[in-house]
């Protein structure tokens, strides 16, 4: 009995002493941050934004001669129109909304999204201190969701430094704070789920995607990494069966638009002039391409730096600037970020071959089509922006049908939100006609003119089938 215990020492010294001549290992690193001392040092840069809008009573509709009626007895005309003269006048009122912005300099300049404040009348900051100060909105970009406000304090402010969202990668910690359903400084965490997310918002998106938890109110609050830097803007979240999805807008993209608004309260960007469709297996294979990697063109607009160039439809844009393009929907982003009458270098594949082609990059007009799918519709005269149903549009919505258009956006403030069109609807008819393509729906709304009436048939989300009526605005 003995014995054998000698010997299973003497097995287990020897295995002591080959452990120990094994080569010293590299310590792991910290499975999470300290989010405690996070929230410490960050929560002071973070700020309540409260923005009022005065809203204008609606004018009574009095009769007009033209609509007097036609028995040429002016009486009931007379008496409805001292009715509406002996009611009680409405009186203005005062809309107010919440959301979320951080101090991104000690002189008070505080970055947001443009939607929390877009419009007002009135914008509050509410500091970290309980102090609330007015804000001065400096600059607009509706394009990427973004505003930058301004506020006056004998303080020297705190604030938060802006990360690089580019070295971000998927599984990260992140933590948010802001004030969601107006509970302020709420601190919540996560990780990165996904890069470059599109969601259909705009001609830009690319979005960081994170399941820390993002409610409203959150809005425009900053979206931190373990190192205490901003790597995004909270911007948009997903209700309904897809809760506890957020998507925040990268800081590196902001950083471009931040400088333009500080330095002159807008956004220039750069232009191409091409419409472009995203690459299909199919596609690939027909124009001789071994993958589905970059931007077709569908169509070069006249004029424009793409034209002068030398671009054609049935060009396939491989690389831009040196950079290259994975996915169609990255062309818009690398254009814009692209300052004026530079030259850039592209690779395109044409006819069986590559070949570079030379272009000096134009400026954006404002109300110029930026580059964008060819798939891709937005109306400005009913509010709406329609696209064809594809793989991503169907999952994004959770859309059954496979054929079509649908709505991917809904114009804030539209006559086309007022009358209750929702993201995800299907366009059945449009002026008692069936449009199965884009190209077919800008047919029809290119001949609308102001203050027509579009009756539309749309299938909603919830499969219900209705019709509605707007205005052209």
Known sequence: MFKSIQLSARFLVMGLVSVLAMPVLSVAKPISPDFVELAKKLNPTVVNIRSVKNVKPKQRLRRSPQQQNPFGNNFFDDFFNRFLDEMPQQRPRREQSLGTGFIISADGYILTNNHVVNGADEVMVKLSDGRELKGEIKGLDEKIDLALIKISDKETLPFAELGDSDTLEVGEWVMAIGNPFGLSHTVTAGIVSAK????????????????????????????????GKVIGINTAIIAGGGGGIGFAIPVSMAKVVVSQLRDSGKVTRGYLGVRFQPLTADLAKSFGLDSEKGALIASVEKD????????????????????????????????????????VKLSVFRDGKKQDVYLVVGKLKDGSSDE???????????GITVEELTKQTVDRFGIRDSKGIVVSEVKPGSAAEDAGVVP??????????????????????????????????????????????LKVE
Do not use: C, M
């Open 372 to 382: 964008g799918s060819a798939n891709r519709n937005e109306s400005e005269k009913i």
């Open 196 to 227: 470059g997310r599109v969601i259909g918002s705009g001609p830009y998106d690319d979005y960081i995607q994170t399941d820390a938890s993002i409610n409203p109110g959150n809005s425009g609050g900053p979206l931190f990494s373990a190192q």
């Open 304 to 343: 424009t730096p793409a034209e002068r160039a030398g671009l054609k439809a049935g060009d396939v844009i491989l690389e831009y600037d040196g950079k290259p393009i994975n996915e169609g929907n990255e062309l818009p982003r690398f254009v814009a970020a692209t300052p004026i009458d530079k030259k």
């Open 424 to 469: 995800g609807s299907i366009i059945i008819e449009i002026n008692g006609q069936r449009p199965e393509t884009v190209a077919a729906f800008n047919d029809i709304t290119a001949k609308l003119v102001k203050d027509d009436v579009v009756r539309l048939l749309l299938k909603r989300p919830d499969n219900s089938v209705h019709y509605i009526a």
